[in-house]
Protein backbone atom coordinates (compact mmCIF):
# COMPACT_ATOMS: atom_id res chain seq x y z
CA UNK A 1 0.00 0.00 0.00
CA UNK A 2 1.55 3.54 -1.29
CA UNK A 3 1.82 4.93 2.23
CA UNK A 4 2.47 8.90 2.82
CA UNK A 5 4.44 9.50 6.12
CA UNK A 6 4.92 12.96 7.70
CA UNK A 7 4.66 14.62 10.62
CA UNK A 8 4.68 18.26 12.69
CA UNK A 9 8.04 17.89 14.58
CA UNK A 10 9.97 18.18 11.41
CA UNK A 11 12.24 16.02 9.16
CA UNK A 12 14.65 15.26 11.43
CA UNK A 13 12.21 13.73 14.44
CA UNK A 14 13.38 10.46 15.69
CA UNK A 15 9.38 9.64 15.88
CA UNK A 16 9.33 10.08 12.06
CA UNK A 17 12.02 7.76 11.32
CA UNK A 18 10.73 4.96 13.71
CA UNK A 19 7.66 5.00 11.88
CA UNK A 20 9.25 4.83 8.42
CA UNK A 21 11.39 2.62 9.19
CA UNK A 22 8.71 0.49 10.78
CA UNK A 23 6.57 1.04 7.74
CA UNK A 24 8.88 -0.17 5.39
CA UNK A 25 9.92 -3.62 7.31
CA UNK A 26 6.05 -4.39 7.13
CA UNK A 27 6.35 -4.06 3.80
CA UNK A 28 4.35 -0.47 2.89
CA UNK A 29 5.49 1.29 0.20
CA UNK A 30 6.74 4.35 1.63
CA UNK A 31 7.00 7.91 1.16
CA UNK A 32 8.31 10.29 3.52
CA UNK A 33 7.02 14.03 3.03
CA UNK A 34 7.30 15.89 6.01
CA UNK A 35 7.97 19.72 7.07
CA UNK A 36 11.74 20.91 6.88
CA UNK A 37 11.04 22.70 10.47
CA UNK A 38 8.63 22.06 13.06
CA UNK A 39 5.14 22.91 12.52
CA UNK A 40 3.66 21.80 16.09
CA UNK A 41 0.11 23.31 17.02
CA UNK A 42 0.11 24.08 12.96
CA UNK A 43 -3.63 22.01 12.79
CA UNK A 44 -4.80 21.40 9.14
CA UNK A 45 -3.18 25.10 7.97
CA UNK A 46 -1.84 25.26 4.25
CA UNK A 47 0.09 28.37 5.95
CA UNK A 48 1.02 31.66 3.58
CA UNK A 49 1.57 30.57 -0.07
CA UNK A 50 1.65 31.59 -3.37
CA UNK A 51 0.76 31.08 -6.97
CA UNK A 52 3.82 32.69 -7.99
CA UNK A 53 6.43 31.63 -5.14
CA UNK A 54 8.09 28.20 -4.76
CA UNK A 55 8.27 25.87 -1.85
CA UNK A 56 11.73 24.39 -1.34
CA UNK A 57 11.71 21.03 -1.44
CA UNK A 58 15.59 18.76 -0.53
CA UNK A 59 16.04 15.39 -0.96
CA UNK A 60 16.44 13.70 2.37
CA UNK A 61 18.00 10.35 4.10
CA UNK A 62 16.19 8.28 6.85
CA UNK A 63 18.56 7.13 9.34
CA UNK A 64 19.25 3.28 9.30
CA UNK A 65 16.86 3.16 6.20
CA UNK A 66 18.89 4.70 3.04
CA UNK A 67 16.52 2.72 0.20
CA UNK A 68 13.11 4.81 1.50
CA UNK A 69 12.18 7.69 -0.70
CA UNK A 70 12.09 10.99 2.23
CA UNK A 71 11.35 14.72 1.18
CA UNK A 72 11.93 17.63 3.34
CA UNK A 73 9.32 20.44 2.08
CA UNK A 74 9.23 24.11 3.39
CA UNK A 75 5.46 23.98 4.09
CA UNK A 76 3.19 23.04 6.54
CA UNK A 77 2.23 19.05 7.40
CA UNK A 78 -0.90 19.65 5.82
CA UNK A 79 0.84 21.29 2.68
CA UNK A 80 2.98 17.95 2.44
CA UNK A 81 -0.08 15.94 2.22
CA UNK A 82 -1.59 18.34 -0.36
CA UNK A 83 1.79 18.07 -2.72
CA UNK A 84 1.65 14.16 -2.35
CA UNK A 85 -2.30 14.11 -2.78
CA UNK A 86 -1.60 16.15 -6.48
CA UNK A 87 1.22 13.97 -7.42
CA UNK A 88 4.15 15.94 -6.77
CA UNK A 89 5.98 13.01 -5.83
CA UNK A 90 4.96 10.38 -7.80
CA UNK A 91 2.16 7.56 -7.29
CA UNK A 92 -0.58 9.18 -5.20
CA UNK A 93 -0.67 7.81 -2.13
CA UNK A 94 -3.36 5.79 -0.48
CA UNK A 95 -3.14 6.26 3.11
CA UNK A 96 -1.24 9.19 5.01
CA UNK A 97 0.40 8.09 8.62
CA UNK A 98 1.34 11.30 10.42
CA UNK A 99 3.43 10.79 13.33
CA UNK A 100 5.06 10.12 15.75
CA UNK A 101 3.88 13.09 17.57
CA UNK A 102 6.60 13.86 20.44
CA UNK A 103 3.32 13.95 22.99
CA UNK A 104 0.13 12.44 23.06
CA UNK A 105 -2.91 13.92 21.11
CA UNK A 106 -6.02 13.58 23.09
CA UNK A 107 -9.58 15.29 24.02
CA UNK A 108 -10.72 17.64 21.78
CA UNK A 109 -7.48 19.88 21.54
CA UNK A 110 -6.66 17.60 18.53
CA UNK A 111 -8.26 20.17 16.65
CA UNK A 112 -4.52 22.40 16.89
CA UNK A 113 -2.32 19.50 16.67
CA UNK A 114 -0.26 19.28 12.97
CA UNK A 115 -0.06 15.28 13.68
CA UNK A 116 -3.79 15.35 13.69
CA UNK A 117 -4.68 17.71 10.39
CA UNK A 118 -2.39 16.11 8.12
CA UNK A 119 -4.54 12.79 8.77
CA UNK A 120 -8.00 15.01 8.52
CA UNK A 121 -6.37 16.94 5.61
CA UNK A 122 -5.67 13.51 3.90
CA UNK A 123 -9.57 12.42 4.80
CA UNK A 124 -10.12 15.88 3.00
CA UNK A 125 -8.99 14.63 -0.23
CA UNK A 126 -9.96 11.10 -0.26
CA UNK A 127 -7.54 9.47 1.67
CA UNK A 128 -7.89 7.43 4.80
CA UNK A 129 -5.50 8.02 7.27
CA UNK A 130 -3.85 7.58 11.23
CA UNK A 131 -1.98 9.93 13.54
CA UNK A 132 0.14 8.68 16.41
CA UNK A 133 1.62 9.95 19.13
CA UNK A 134 3.47 8.90 22.16
CA UNK A 135 3.66 9.59 25.39
CA UNK A 136 6.28 12.32 27.09
CA UNK A 137 8.91 10.27 29.21
CA UNK A 138 12.60 10.45 29.93
CA UNK A 139 13.06 7.55 27.63
CA UNK A 140 10.99 7.91 24.34
CA UNK A 141 9.37 5.10 23.23
CA UNK A 142 9.19 5.29 19.80
CA UNK A 143 9.56 1.52 18.75
CA UNK A 144 6.75 1.01 20.98
CA UNK A 145 4.56 3.70 18.87
CA UNK A 146 5.39 2.28 15.37
CA UNK A 147 4.85 -1.39 16.40
CA UNK A 148 1.45 -0.42 17.27
CA UNK A 149 0.74 2.02 15.10
CA UNK A 150 1.45 -1.54 12.04
CA UNK A 151 -0.83 -3.44 13.64
CA UNK A 152 -3.79 -0.71 13.69
CA UNK A 153 -3.22 0.10 9.98
CA UNK A 154 -4.13 -2.83 8.80
CA UNK A 155 -7.59 -1.79 10.26
CA UNK A 156 -7.39 1.03 7.52
CA UNK A 157 -6.84 -1.58 4.79
CA UNK A 158 -10.82 -2.47 5.15
CA UNK A 159 -12.25 0.41 6.28
CA UNK A 160 -14.50 2.86 4.32
CA UNK A 161 -12.52 5.24 2.37
CA UNK A 162 -11.58 8.22 3.91
CA UNK A 163 -11.34 6.81 7.17
CA UNK A 164 -9.05 8.36 10.01
CA UNK A 165 -7.94 6.91 13.26
CA UNK A 166 -6.18 8.78 16.00
CA UNK A 167 -3.66 6.80 17.99
CA UNK A 168 -1.94 7.35 21.28
CA UNK A 169 0.28 5.30 22.63
CA UNK A 170 1.52 5.45 26.42
CA UNK A 171 5.44 5.54 27.04
CA UNK A 172 5.85 1.98 28.17
CA UNK A 173 7.45 -0.98 26.09
CA UNK A 174 5.44 -2.79 24.08
CA UNK A 175 5.45 -5.82 26.35
CA UNK A 176 4.04 -3.48 29.52
CA UNK A 177 1.09 -2.48 27.46
CA UNK A 178 -2.12 -2.98 28.85
CA UNK A 179 -3.69 -3.42 25.06
CA UNK A 180 -5.38 -1.35 22.39
CA UNK A 181 -8.85 0.08 23.38
CA UNK A 182 -11.11 2.16 21.13
CA UNK A 183 -11.89 5.52 22.96
CA UNK A 184 -13.94 8.85 22.74
CA UNK A 185 -12.22 11.90 22.98
CA UNK A 186 -12.08 13.01 26.28
CA UNK A 187 -13.17 16.99 27.02
CA UNK A 188 -10.40 18.09 28.29
CA UNK A 189 -6.45 17.08 28.50
CA UNK A 190 -3.90 16.63 31.00
CA UNK A 191 -2.86 19.99 30.58
CA UNK A 192 -4.03 23.22 29.71
CA UNK A 193 -2.52 26.49 28.05
CA UNK A 194 -2.43 29.55 30.80
CA UNK A 195 -1.56 33.26 29.97
CA UNK A 196 1.18 34.17 32.69
CA UNK A 197 3.03 37.34 33.64
CA UNK A 198 5.22 38.54 30.84
CA UNK A 199 6.78 42.38 30.89
CA UNK A 200 5.70 44.83 28.56
CA UNK A 201 3.14 44.44 25.44
CA UNK A 202 4.36 40.43 25.62
CA UNK A 203 2.12 37.60 26.70
CA UNK A 204 3.69 34.03 27.89
CA UNK A 205 2.16 30.90 27.29
CA UNK A 206 2.40 27.71 29.80
CA UNK A 207 0.74 24.25 30.42
CA UNK A 208 -0.55 23.74 33.41
CA UNK A 209 -2.11 20.61 35.34
CA UNK A 210 -5.44 20.33 35.00
CA UNK A 211 -6.40 18.37 37.53
CA UNK A 212 -9.18 17.11 35.56
CA UNK A 213 -10.43 13.00 35.58
CA UNK A 214 -11.34 11.99 32.51
CA UNK A 215 -14.17 9.79 32.18
CA UNK A 216 -13.50 5.68 31.71
CA UNK A 217 -14.17 5.35 27.99
CA UNK A 218 -11.64 8.72 27.01
CA UNK A 219 -8.78 8.52 25.12
CA UNK A 220 -6.84 10.29 28.14
CA UNK A 221 -7.96 7.81 30.80
CA UNK A 222 -7.10 4.83 28.83
CA UNK A 223 -3.65 6.09 27.97
CA UNK A 224 -3.47 7.07 31.74
CA UNK A 225 -4.35 3.56 32.58
CA UNK A 226 -1.56 1.44 30.31
CA UNK A 227 -3.77 1.31 27.07
CA UNK A 228 -3.04 2.78 24.03
CA UNK A 229 -6.22 4.43 23.13
CA UNK A 230 -7.88 4.72 19.28
CA UNK A 231 -10.40 7.00 18.33
CA UNK A 232 -12.32 8.08 14.86
CA UNK A 233 -12.37 11.13 13.62
CA UNK A 234 -13.78 13.10 10.70
CA UNK A 235 -13.14 16.70 9.81
CA UNK A 236 -15.16 18.64 8.20
CA UNK A 237 -19.06 17.25 8.63
CA UNK A 238 -22.36 19.05 7.95
CA UNK A 239 -25.08 18.64 11.30
CA UNK A 240 -28.05 17.12 10.03
CA UNK A 241 -30.63 15.38 11.93
CA UNK A 242 -30.86 11.91 11.53
CA UNK A 243 -33.17 10.30 9.07
CA UNK A 244 -35.94 8.24 9.48
CA UNK A 245 -38.02 5.74 7.18
CA UNK A 246 -40.64 8.74 6.94
CA UNK A 247 -37.66 11.55 6.25
CA UNK A 248 -35.63 14.22 7.96
CA UNK A 249 -37.02 14.83 11.72
CA UNK A 250 -37.34 18.55 10.58
CA UNK A 251 -38.38 20.79 7.54
CA UNK A 252 -36.05 23.30 6.73
CA UNK A 253 -36.77 27.20 6.08
CA UNK A 254 -35.41 28.18 3.04
CA UNK A 255 -36.22 31.72 4.12
CA UNK A 256 -32.69 33.44 5.88
CA UNK A 257 -34.03 36.24 8.17
CA UNK A 258 -31.04 38.07 9.64
CA UNK A 259 -31.03 37.73 13.00
CA UNK A 260 -32.83 34.42 13.72
CA UNK A 261 -31.65 31.76 15.72
CA UNK A 262 -29.74 28.81 13.66
CA UNK A 263 -31.83 26.05 13.08
CA UNK A 264 -32.39 22.58 14.82
CA UNK A 265 -31.36 21.32 12.27
CA UNK A 266 -27.89 22.67 12.04
CA UNK A 267 -27.55 22.93 15.86
CA UNK A 268 -24.05 20.59 16.33
CA UNK A 269 -24.31 17.99 19.60
CA UNK A 270 -22.08 18.36 22.32
CA UNK A 271 -19.19 16.37 22.27
CA UNK A 272 -20.33 14.63 25.28
CA UNK A 273 -23.23 13.48 24.15
CA UNK A 274 -23.87 10.02 22.48
CA UNK A 275 -25.62 11.27 19.58
CA UNK A 276 -23.88 11.83 16.00
CA UNK A 277 -23.32 13.76 13.18
CA UNK A 278 -23.48 12.90 9.46
CA UNK A 279 -20.85 12.55 6.97
CA UNK A 280 -22.08 13.86 3.56
CA UNK A 281 -21.25 11.67 1.08
CA UNK A 282 -18.94 13.42 -1.36
CA UNK A 283 -19.26 10.97 -4.39
CA UNK A 284 -15.89 10.40 -6.34
CA UNK A 285 -13.05 12.58 -4.02
CA UNK A 286 -9.82 11.31 -5.96
CA UNK A 287 -9.67 13.43 -8.84
Known sequence: MRTLVTNDDGIDAPGLHALARH?????HDVLVVAPSTDWSGAGAA?????PDEDLEVTR?????????????LAGTPAMTVVAASLGAFGTRPEVVVSGINAG??????????GTVGAALTGQNFGMSGLAVSTAAAEVWQWDTAAEVAVEVLALLADAPPRSV????????????LAGVRWARLAPFGAVRAAVTDAPGDRLQFALEATGYEPPPDTDQYLVQAGFASLTTLVGVVEAWPPDTEAGPVVEIDERLVPGAPLHPAHRVPDGSEHRSLRRPALGDTTR
Do not use: K, M, Y
Not at 104 to 113: A, E, M, P, Q, Y
Open 104 to 113: LNTGRSVLHS
Open 23 to 27: LDRAG
Open 46 to 50: LGSFR
Open 165 to 176: LNLNVPARPRHQ
Open 60 to 72: CEIPDAPAIEAWA
